[in-house]
C-alpha cells in the first residue's frame, strides 16, 4: 500500500510517498481501508518535532480518518470487515490502509460520506468535552470562541448554540466572521481591526463573558481573560498562533476564574461511557441537522505537503480534506 511517511523532521515539503507493507490487526485493533482523512493542526507540528507524541522514525502523519474496516484482530467483536467507521489514531491515517484501536473508532452515522466522517469526531468531539464536560456550561452563559472560523472554533460556536449558550465569535476577517454568523454565532469580533476588550464589554453589557474557548493562544488569551466575568472560565484547547500565553495568576484570583485544560484525546481512553455518550448526542444533533462541519479545502494524499502549508498560512475555515482512496 502507498502511505505519506515522515523520514526525517522538517517542512511539509520533507514528507514522501512509498510503498510498505499492509498492516496486520493485534488484539483490540483494526484495519481500516481509508477513504478520506482530515488535516488537523497538530499533523503539521508533529512532522517537526513540535509536538508532545513523538512517533519513532518513519511514521505516517495524520490522525483522523474515515473509511471501510478491512480486518478485524482478536477481541473485536462489535465491528466486522465491511463496516463504515470514522475514528482517531495517534498517527497514520495518511494512508490507503491505517491500524487503529477499536475503542477510538466509531460506526459513521446513516447518511454522513466518508469526506464529512473524517471532519468531525476530533473537532466536535473536541468542543464537546471542553463545553459539556470541563465547563459544565448553562443554558443562558455567554460564550467567547477565538478562532471561531477553525475546525474547532466551528465546532465549538454550533455546540455552544444547541447548549442554549450566547456565542460570541472572534476571527481575523469579515470574512470568516460571516461564515460563523452562518454556523449560529450571536455576535462577531473582528480582533484584526476592532478592540476586542471594548466590543466584548459592549456586546455582555459590561458584565463579561463567562466561557473562553481558546484554542489560538498568543497575544488573545490575556484579553479575553481580562474580559471575562465573575467565575469565567478560560478553555485551553490549543495555541495555533504558535505562542503559549504565560497567565499572571492574579487574574484568576481577583475575579474567581478558573483556566481549564482541555485535551480530549487523553481523556477519550479514560472515559469509555462519558466518550460513548458524548458520541451519542453528537450523532444526534448530526442527524438532526443542527451540526455540519463545514470543508473549506480538499487535496489528495499525494498533495498533502501543500495542504500542509495552507494550513500553516491560516487559509483553512473549517476542515481540510484529504482524500486517499476515491
Not at 463504515?84 to 491505517?98: K, T
Request: one cysteine or more.
Amino acid at each position: 500500500m502507498k502511505a505519506v511517511l515522515c523520514k526525517e523532521y522538517g517542512p511539509p515539503e520533507s514528507l514522501a510517498i512509498e510503498d510498505i507493507p499492509s498492516p496486520k490487526p493485534g488484539a483490540g485493533q483494526i484495519v481500516v481501508s481509508v477513504k478520506a482523512a482530515s488535516l488537523n493542526f497538530p499533523d503539521t507540528l508533529i512532522i517537526q518535532n513540535k509536538y508532545q507524541i513523538k512517533p519513532p522514525l518513519p511514521f505516517t502523519p495524520g490522525c483522523e480518518l474515515a473509511g471501510v474496516v478491512k480486518e478485524v484482530g482478536e477481541g473485536v467483536h462489535h465491528l466486522k470487515a465491511g463496516d463504515r467507521v470514522l475514528g482517531v489514531v495517534p498517527y497514520g491515517a495518511f494512508a490507503q490502509e491505517c491500524i487503529a484501536p477499536v475503542e477510538r473508532m466509531v460506526p459513521i452515522p446513516e447518511g454522513m460520506d466518508f469526506k464529512t466522517a473524517a471532519s468531525f469526531l476530533m473537532t466536535y468531539g473536541t468542543s464537546h468535552h471542553a463545553l459539556r464536560n470541563r465547563a459544565r456550561t448553562t443554558p443562558g452563559e455567554s460564550l467567547l470562541v477565538l478562532g471561531a472560523a477553525g475546525g474547532v472554533g466551528l465546532a465549538a460556536v454550533e455546540i455552544g448554540k444547541q447548549l442554549g449558550l450566547k456565542v460570541i465569535a472572534c476571527a481575523s476577517s469579515d470574512e470568516k466572521l460571516e461564515l460563523c454568523r452562518g454556523h449560529g454565532a450571536d455576535a462577531t469580533i473582528n480582533y484584526s481591526s476592532e478592540d476586542m476588550r471594548a466590543r466584548i464589554k459592549e456586546i455582555t453589557d459590561g458584565k463579561g463573558v463567562d466561557v473562553i474557548y481558546d484554542a489560538v493562544g498568543g497575544t488573545y488569551t490575556e484579553a479575553a481573560l481580562r474580559s471575562s466575568a465573575w467565575r469565567g472560565r478560560l478553555l485551553v484547547v490549543g495555541f495555533a498562533a504558535g505562542d503559549i500565553p504565560k497567565i499572571a495568576l492574579n487574574l484568576a484570583l481577583l475575579m474567581e476564574r478558573d483556566i481549564i485544560g482541555v485535551h480530549w484525546g487523553a481523556w477519550v481512553p479514560r472515559a469509555h461511557e462519558e466518550f460513548a455518550a458524548s458520541v451519542e448526542e453528537l450523532g444526534k444533533w448530526y442527524r438532526d441537522g443542527h451540526i455540519r462541519p463545514h470543508i473549506s479545502m480538499q487535496y489528495p494524499y499525494t498533495q498533502v505537503a501543500d495542504a500542509m502549508h495552507a494550513m500553516l498560512e491560516r487559509k483553512v475555515t473549517g476542515k481540510l480534506v484529504i482524500t486517499v482512496d476515491e
